[in-house]
């Protein structure tokens, strides 16, 4: 065969082999839900509540808000966070006194299972665990590490395929409502839920709404720093999305180029919805980048006026609180009056918001 | 024959392929394994029988339209040929970009056909657009007028074969495709497991979200 031919057909080639493989990488992803749902699965319990839980006979703590922290797709297990998380996670927390901060949850399996759990591939996730810590990474590091977080943002491509994303969210919720529940979360509570979304948890968020509120019987709001937001109908559901977005985080916009539904001639999809009904408040909260250095939880960048990244998200992310809790306290005092168990909350919650999106600018 | 048998063969594996990427038809309906096997030989049955329907279709268009006389034989060697894309019909099940996959498959499979009637018969190619897109609305058309009674045999097919219940209807399967049933399955569990959390018959939350969800 001439070499021409050869050079011109070899990248064809290597492309469609790449192609390939990313497919099939794809149909693994989507068997991990699928699998637990069929029941062929090791963890193949479906019911993930603890229903003789004696959670449920303590006391509420004094609490006025529960935020679930749902992190990015680079998490490998919650309860081992990166320390710039970890930081961020205290510097929240302590910035939130009056609110339970659930952080146990791993978003991106459906049985709250880490890549550092009990895995087929635990192995290679361990050492991909190793890789992320080490200071000059060798190919096979490297490889392992993108391979991680590529396992984890396949599973928000599952979240958002229609086929597979309500046995994902079904796991996810179950796991989201167990957090609460085992965080002294009473049935019935009015104190508002909010899932606080990193990264590709914000498609998994909204994909758990609409079974959240029908297992709590509570509206459900988001708080999403640079979250994929994708046209899952689960957006319409949600009481309020509050959309943290970086100037230069590129990777919130990705939905772009997968989902047609996002792009603004398709007015009847989800997303188009739910933006023409006010459900989404979007905050510039400056230039920050989606991950590393500069991004949301940069503790070395600093804003013009000298605020660090980190504490500028933080800031925003106190004042969205405090909006839901307001909205949640006035919707609850209204419909005691009105309803005596209905939970009648405002209509359009995200309303009159301008002032607060100047305040938060103005931080 | 040996081209039809390995034509058939090439048809019966892509429909098994095809099965594979359907999966979540079988899995989301918690079949037992061997179940899963079954269904998925039946499945590619029932793809063979679809692509033996579109060939006769296919084969009275030829002959009506261009007055070619001639045995269906060739015509199903051609459409079983156009089935070889699909042997990477698994690709389907791909999260989010599997339909996409999909799509480029049959859309492959389609060209082979046409490319097949263009030289097989020397049609120009609009002549065998024209045959091959008359062929699939004829099928059309037979799938409406034979919509119901195939749905109950397709459901009492595999309702017998598999042991799945959830949408087991042609119209079912299509709807598990695009997941309209996963999604009111997984919301009606839900409510249920909310029962059971609660332990009574409380009414669901009634939000903003919901009223303006009605209006639309």
């Known amino acids: 065969m001439p070499f021409g031919i050869v050079l011109l057909l070899a990248p064809l080639i290597l492309v469609t082999v790449a192609g390939v493989l990313f497919l099939m990488a794809c149909m693994a992803a989507a068997l991990e839900p699928l699998l637990w749902w069929a029941g062929w699965s090791r963890r193949s319990a479906v019911n993930l509540l603890p229903f003789d839980s004696p959670t449920a006979a303590l006391l509420e703590p004094d609490v006025d808000s529960y935020i679930v922290y749902l992190s990015g797709a680079g998490i490998m297990d919650p309860n081992q966070m990166e320390e710039k998380e970890r930081q961020f996670i205290e510097l929240l927390r302590a910035r939130l006194p009056r609110s339970m901060l659930i952080t146990d949850v791993f978003p991106y399996s ?22 992320r810590k080490a200071r000059r990474r060798s190919f096979f590091q490297w490889l392992s590490v993108h391979a991680q977080q590529l396992r984890n943002s396949l599973q928000v491509a599952v979240s958002s395929d229609r086929r597979y994303g309500p046995i994902l969210s ?17 049935l019935g509570s009015d104190k508002p839920v909010i899932l606080t979304a990193l990264s590709g948890s914000g498609q998994i968020s909204v994909g758990c709404v609409p079974i959240l509120k029908r297992l709590l019987r509570r509206p459900i709001w988001i708080a999403s720093i640079g979250g994929i937001l994708t046209d899952d109908p689960g957006i319409l559901e949600t009481e309020h999305v509050y959309h943290l977005s970086g100037s230069l985080d590129n990777t919130q916009h990705m939905p772009r180029f997968f989902f047609p539904g996002v792009w603004p001639i398709f007015r009847q999809s989800a997303i188009n919805r739910a933006r023409r009904q006010g459900r989404i408040t979007v905050f510039d909260v400056g230039p920050m980048k989606h991950m590393r250095q500069g991004d949301y939880m940069s503790r070395s960048a600093t804003l013009p006026d000298g605020q660090r990244y980190v504490d500028k998200t933080i800031a925003v992310l106190t004042e969205v609180v405090a909006r839901i809790e307001a909205d949640a306290q006035v919707a609850m005092n209204r419909s005691e009056a009105a309803t005596p168990d209905g939970w009648v909350s405002e209509p359009r919650v995200g309303l009159g918001l301008r002032s607060l999106r100047e305040k938060a600018e103005g931080v | 024959m040996v081209d039809g048998w390995l034509t058939l063969t090439i048809a019966l594996l892509a429909g098994i392929s095809q099965a594979i990427g359907d999966s979540v038809i079988l899995l989301f309906n918690r079949v037992r394994p061997a179940h899963f096997a079954l269904g998925l030989v039946l499945s590619s049955l029932w793809f063979v029988l679809g692509l033996l329907i579109y060939a006769l279709s296919l084969w009275l268009m030829i002959a009506l339209l261009f007055g070619v006389e001639q045995q269906p034989g060739r015509v199903i060697v051609i459409v079983f040929l156009g089935s070889t894309p699909l042997l990477f019909g698994f690709l389907n099940m791909a999260a989010t970009l599997g339909p996409y996959a999909g799509w480029a498959l049959r859309f492959l499979g389609w060209l082979i056909v046409l490319v097949g009637v263009h030289l097989g018969w020397g049609f120009t190619i609009w002549q065998a657009f024209i045959c091959t897109a008359l062929a699939r609305l004829l099928v059309e058309l037979l799938s409406v007028a034979f919509g119901q009674p195939l749905d109950r045999i397709s459901a009492w097919l595999w309702r017998t074969a598999t042991g799945a219940s959830i949408g087991m209807s042609v119209r ?15 919301l009606s569990f839900s409510t249920a497991l909310s029962a059971q959390l609660f332990g009574d018959e409380a009414p669901a939350v009634s939000s903003s979200a919901d009223r303006q969800t009605e209006s639309g």
């Open chain 2, 172 to 186: 079912g399967q299509r709807s598990l495709r695009t997941g309209e049933i996963q999604r009111s399955t997984i």
């Open chain 1, 110 to 131: 459906a049985t709250n299972n880490p890549q550092l759990g009990e895995r087929r591939l635990a192995r290679l996730w361990r050492y991909a665990w190793h890789a």
């Open chain 1, 170 to 186: 079904y796991g996810v919720s179950q796991v989201v409502v167990a957090g609460l529940l085992r965080h002294g979360y009473r």
